[in-house]
């Protein structure tokens, strides 16, 4: 695989590093994103770290930016590392004089001794590592032990959309080699294998199922008119090929029918894995609990359920019934969304934890009926914080959000970025009608650029 090998030898030099701060007995900070890879991520590099006797602290951030940089050394850390961010931070972070890494998978055009990335190798960060995977490889060349935690890494990469491809697939190699994972080809919806077929249905929400996500009566016609459901206590996986064969089948016609996207119909069935250690048995379902504990906050329940710690699974589970309630009452703020000529944009305040989910179940569920791309926009004090989503239909014709967000919001003392189909920024509150007109623009010279090209 072009560019594994250097990656490789990336992470071994930054284990080595690591290996070199612990034998000083240095207290390392790691600092990490707030989504399921970042958790995944940082949850990872505190295990591998305390497996070698390191000493560590672990911060979990939705973004950091430059000037929060000073905070982060209050406690004078001697040895900081940012999981899953802080690639664009590079020169401000060696400005701190402190020992330092980065782990991470976001494009950048940085590079240097300190940072693991794959782009900086030719290494597609967007689809085939995650910043979980990279922390993998970095913890694996510390100590090949720590391969047992590499259903951590496959955790991060499916809640980054991410599948078995690239470097995830060596590391599900390494997972099912040591008896972690089992791969399955299966229809990929969360309680499949341990709750009824009506919870699996009404808590799912990748893919969101309008009509069915959330809605317990239209559940109940649903599984009454397809014939799916005539014992309400039973599991997916107890259904029979065939009728499990007419529920995917049921399910993709009738998102299609709502403007899903084909992709995210998609979502429903495929190559996907059993989770066989810890208390919870497929990845979509980690991937659901560490979204859900994510987005409330409650990091140390998504860290303990990671850990494998048993007494964890009923705080989590408490947090999905939670999580999935706040994600409906977001859905319903979709009718207040803004079209202009190539964006559809949204105004929220209060539901920063959530703009990201709800931005991609608008892009993909059937939301956006042009098929444009979705911007959120979240006030916060004198800055708007910025997420955006589009669905891979549009990235084939030529968007790049992140790159359109670094551009724009760099026009208007913000920063920005992130990957073609998810990105986000953060901008001052005064600019954000010419913010709004700017990006409408950028979008459309994008996607007609690609057009020209054709
Ligand atoms: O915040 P949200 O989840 O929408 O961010 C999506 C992506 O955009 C993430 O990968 C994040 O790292 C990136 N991002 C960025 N700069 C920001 C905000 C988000 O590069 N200011």
Known sequence: MAGMEELCQGASDAAARIGGGIAKGSLFTIVTHTDVDGISAGTLAFLALRNQGGKAHLLFSPHVYPEDLVRLLSDDPEFLIFCDMGSDLLPELVKLGRDFLVLDHHATDNEGENLVNPSTVGMDGTRDISASGVVYL??????PVNADLSHIALCGAFGDMQTLRGANERIANDAESRGLVRRRKEIRLIGRRN???????RYTTLPFIKGLSGNPVGIRNFLKETGVGDDPKKTISELDDDMERVLISNLAERMVKNNASTFEAEKLFGATLH???GQVPTIEDLVDYIESCGSLGRYSTAFALLSGDPGSLEGAERSRLEYKEKILQGVDLFKSAVHLANIDYLVLEGWDEYAGKLCGIYANAGFSGHQRPIFTLSLDGSNVKVSARTNPRLVDRGLDLGRALKAISSRFEGSGGGHDVAAGAKIPAKSIEDFVRELDREVGL?????????
């Open 195 to 201: 709750r009824s077929i009506e919870y699996s249905l």
């Open 446 to 454: 994008q996607l007609a650029e690609e057009e020209v090209e054709e």
């Open 138 to 143: 970095v913890a694996s060349a510390l100590n």
């Open 275 to 277: 989770v066989l250690t």
